[in-house]
């Protein structure tokens, strides 16, 4: 019965994360640009009281104008441009009371709004003389106000200097406190980008973690190593790793039923197949009844050969099958390596021969080592094998012993270890192939570019083997060069 893993909808979705994350980055940059500018020294009444003055000043020399203009020429509208003059003046200085903080400077203020509030009387006084009187003479009423247009004056330049030394001291503290901002700005700035940073690093980590895990769990897939993926959100993401951890146990079942077939099948083909070698065997090599014919012989040869090679790829299937469920048991005994592989090597040099290839052997000079003595050669045997196979005629082939010190070898080594190279000038292999060369079933694209085909199996066993005696195995190749497979592991165990 199949299980099923339901799919539970996000309650809180990549994109509101997303939404969330960038935008309490934005709010923390504005908090701290509010904090910024209320650090910054605000507003100085000081500053505003110099130029109302000034511009108070301006007001009253126009009004002065306006006046004497009317007074001359005693038009209407000059009349009404006078007054609108006045009211201006008598705004500015009131404004200007209320920006006024010290005493001595009100009263000074306070005085030239009296004496401007005579002088407008004055005006309007001469003004309804005018209107009633054409022939009034108010220009001469104006020259004896002379001493109450220079006071008014006098009144607003004793403003101007009596606001000076408040205004420099203001001045100072001022630039004293923008200094002091604009560090202090600079730190919460620095603070603000460090943290806005950090958060974003930990969102992206957050968003990425997950994605990198199915990465690598599709990776593992590829190779067919079926692992489920821990679930460590709720969100899109964690609804994709559930339907992938569904798919990864559904192609786990799978496999496992193939890998349960082919064992059935293979341990019931192998009485098959040793009936048929046997009654080949006893076809040729019979006493009683006619000889056979040179063609039948051929063709008994034929059926002896095809039952081996079913049975060669009946054992090694097998043999993994044990390997992968761990039932495989191995006998590890001290062994001399170079003894162990020269029968290998001088058979495979006497098959290379009729192909004119030159097989080289080179070695160090190698201690005991701990190895299953079967395993070994089996796995040793089945690299030489394919080095012949996809090597063409007149090429090379070397296999060289050799003691590696770099612990990067073999990380987990904790002595030296030994590295046994085969390498060929064949057809190479593609660099796509080659992290899944050593998966059982996969060949090379390549392969059809040699005569002969393997199962599939041969490099899945060396493999495993490599592993069972504490090491590892590794491929270098280049298309139309040729190939270096290794088999390393350690010097004790």
């Known amino acids: 019965m199949t299980q099923t893993t339901k799919i539970i909808h996000p309650r809180f979705s990549y994109f509101w994360k997303l939404i969330a994350g960038f935008g309490f980055i934005i709010l923390f940059m504005i908090l701290a640009i509010l904090i910024m500018l209320k650090l910054m020294p605000g507003e100085q009444t000081e500053f505003t009281i110099l130029p109302l003055t000034f511009q108070l000043e301006n007001l009253y020399q126009s009004e002065l104008e306006a006046t004497k203009k009317y007074f001359e020429t005693k038009n209407v509208i000059d009349g009404k441009k006078l007054l609108l003059t006045s009211a201006k003046f008598k705004e500015m200085a009131d404004s200007l009371m209320k920006q006024v903080s010290r005493d001595e400077i009100k009263s000074i203020v306070q005085n030239t709004i009296n004496l401007h ?31 109450l247009i220079n006071s008014i004056q006098q009144k607003i330049k004793s403003i101007i200097e009596a606001s000076l030394p408040s205004l420099a001291n203001s001045l100072n503290r001022f630039i004293q406190k923008k200094g002091d901002a604009e560090v202090t700005g600079v730190y919460i700035l620095i603070l603000a980008l460090v943290v806005g940073s950090v958060f974003a690093l930990l969102l992206a980590r957050t968003f990425v973690k997950p994605i990198q895990a199915l ?53 019931e083909m ?77 058979e495979s040099q006497l098959i290379a021969q009729t192909r004119q290839i030159n097989l080289e052997f080179t070695h160090d000079k190698i201690p005991p080592l701990m190895i299953d003595k079967e395993r070994m050669s089996q796995a040793v045997s089945n690299l030489l094998s394919n080095a012949l196979k996809y090597t063409p005629d007149s090429g090379q082939i070397s296999i060289n012993i050799s003691i590696v010190t770099d612990n990067m070898a073999l990380p987990n080594a904790k002595y030296e270890s030994v590295k046994i190279d085969v390498t060929d000038s064949g057809v190479g292999i593609p660099e796509a192939d080659l992290d899944r060369l050593f998966t059982k079933f996969y060949q090379a694209k390549n392969v059809p570019l ?32 040729g190939s270096t497979f290794s088999i390393i592991m350690p010097c004790k165990r």
């Open 117 to 147: 509030e005579e002088y407008v009387k004055f005006i309007l006084n001469q003004k309804s003389r005018l209107e009633a009187d054409y022939n009034h003479d108010a220009i001469a009423q104006l020259k004896k106000k002379t001493i």
């Open 215 to 267: 990465k690598a769990g599709t990776k593992k897939v590829g190779i067919g190593q079926y692992e489920t993926i821990p679930v460590s959100t709720s969100d899109e993401i964690g609804d994709l790793t559930k339907a992938f951890n569904l798919m990864s146990d559904k192609l786990k079942q799978i496999d496992e039923m193939r890998m349960q077939m082919m064992s059935e099948i293979s341990h």
């Open 270 to 346: 192998r009485t098959p197949l040793q009936v048929i070698k046997a009654g080949c065997y006893s076809i040729i090599h019979t006493k009683d009844g006619s000889q056979l014919t040179q063609r039948q012989r051929d063709a008994v040869g034929m059926i002896h050969q095809a039952s081996n090679r079913i049975n060669n790829f009946v054992n090694s299937f097998l043999d993994i099958a044990k390997m992968e469920a761990g039932l495989m048991k191995f006998t590890f005994e001290e062994l001399d390596l170079i003894e162990l592989l020269n029968p290998l090597v001088t």
């Open 450 to 481: 040699v005569n002969e085909k393997g199962s599939g199996l041969g490099l899945a066993l060396v493999k495993h083997v490599a592993e069972a005696h504490g090491g590892k195995v590794s491929v270098r190749s280049k298309v139309n060069q």
